[in-house]
């Protein structure tokens, strides 16, 4: 069973970054690719960022431009920076490790950590 920890998550003012890490219970190197979603209050699961064994990135609409997905295979933890964060952005964010077959279908899911970017 692989399990995943998110950390990081908070609250922000607008314009503040936050850096959530990923910790899995597994070598990173083994799997495919490693993602982040997010859920907001009352809004379907989006795609964030994914990050391929090699180190290639992809963003979806929810991350592009402001936030940035890197890999560390040492310590088995993925990462997201966000930055320039805004109201829109609050929710809860979740890690999953899983592989691209044509699109990304992550497999395993952290239970999350909240983000709340609020004045």
């Known amino acids: 069973q692989v399990r995943l920890v998110e950390s990081g998550g908070g609250l922000v003012q607008p314009g503040g970054s936050l850096t959530l890490s990923c910790a899995a219970s597994?070598?990173?190197?083994?799997?495919?690719?490693m993602g982040w979603y997010r859920q907001a209050p009352g809004k379907q699961r989006e795609l964030v960022a994914t990050?391929?064994?090699?180190?290639?990135?992809n963003y979806a609409d929810a991350g592009k431009g402001r936030f940035t997905v890197s890999r560390d295979n040492a310590k088995n933890t993925v990462y997201l920076q966000m930055n320039s964060l805004k109201p829109e952005d609050t929710a809860v964010y979740y890690c999953?490790?899983?592989?691209?077959?044509?699109?990304?279908?992550?497999?395993?899911w952290g239970q999350g950590t909240q983000v709340t970017v609020s004045s």
């Open positions: 999953n490790a899983g592989y691209y077959s044509g699109a990304y279908t992550p497999v395993y």
């Open positions: 990050i391929t064994r090699d180190g290639r990135t």
């Open positions: 597994i070598s990173i190197f083994s799997v495919d690719a």
